[in-house]
């Protein structure tokens, strides 16, 4: 099956600045990758994703890179504020099931005011 | 609109015992997933079901676990007996999601907290 690797475990960015969380998966054959976010205690919830056909999106503040050849993605947030600290959570689906997902085991993000 | 409720959100058992979670979808949601996230992971995919078929259960540890939707809507998962390992929060998501390779977002529920000592 799959596998997805994210880096790093845990961020601390100060206000202002950017964060960058970065996955690689292993299944060459995935085309949908969604990324997650978990604030403490609460249920993850959808903040981006991006299909195989396109290399970049972006929403405000948020955007998300996928390099296929190299089988990467990466989740940019600028102007970081303190309500962006949380756990987000990279995860890749299979070609055959775009709803099948590999998450990562997660980046813990601390925003510091 | 209401969100996925599961319950209950607090399970503490001893180990061998037996326990079930059960899930009530998004109104109109098809499919459904089961997660188990164990502290400091993420939440792997346990079982999938479209209605009340099973999709994919290849991560499910089928010799303890089992898990069943038979209207459709609500579901329940079910550990026997449980191991010490099985500790972790159960998450309930749904999908309008019709078929497998339609993108869809999964809304998930505030999860199961289960302990086993």
């Known amino acids: 099956g799959e596998n997805v690797e994210q880096h790093p475990s845990t961020l601390s960015v100060q206000e202002g600045d950017s964060a960058v969380i970065k996955c690689t998966y292993s299944?060459?054959?995935?085309?949908?990758f969604p990324w997650y976010k978990q604030e403490l205690g609460k249920r993850p919830q959808l903040i981006i994703d991006?299909?195989?056909?396109?290399g970049e999106k972006k929403d405000q503040r948020i955007a998300v890179t996928l390099n296929k050849t190299a089988k990467h993605f990466s989740l940019h947030i600028t102007e970081t504020q303190p309500e962006d600290s949380a756990v987000y959570f990279c995860?890749?689906?299979?070609?055959?099931?775009?709803?099948?997902?590999?998450f990562g085991s997660g980046t813990k993000l601390n925003v510091k005011p | 609109e209401a969100g996925v409720a599961q319950s209950p959100r607090y399970k503490i058992i001893e180990k061998r015992q037996s326990v079930a979670f059960w899930c009530n979808p998004i109104?109109?949601?098809?499919?459904l997933y089961w997660y188990q996230q164990i502290l400091g992971q993420g939440p792997k995919l346990l079982i999938q079901?479209?209605?009340?078929?099973?999709?994919?259960d290849s991560q499910l540890p089928k010799d303890r676990f089992s898990a069943e939707r038979l209207k459709g809507v609500d579901s329940t998962l079910k550990i026997q007996p449980a191991k010490l390992e099985d500790s972790a929060v159960y998450l309930c998501?749904?999908?309008?999601?019709?078929?497998?390779?339609?993108?869809?977002?999964?809304?998930f529920g505030p999860g199961t907290r289960l302990t086993v000592l």
């Open positions: 998501a749904s999908s309008f999601t019709q078929g497998l390779t339609s993108y869809n977002e999964q809304f």
């Open positions: 299944d060459s054959a995935s085309n949908y």
């Open positions: 991006i299909r195989s056909n396109v």
């Open positions: 995860a890749a689906a299979p070609g055959d099931n775009f709803n099948k997902f590999y």
């Open positions: 109104s109109g949601h098809a499919t």
């Open positions: 079901f479209q209605n009340n078929g099973v999709v994919d």
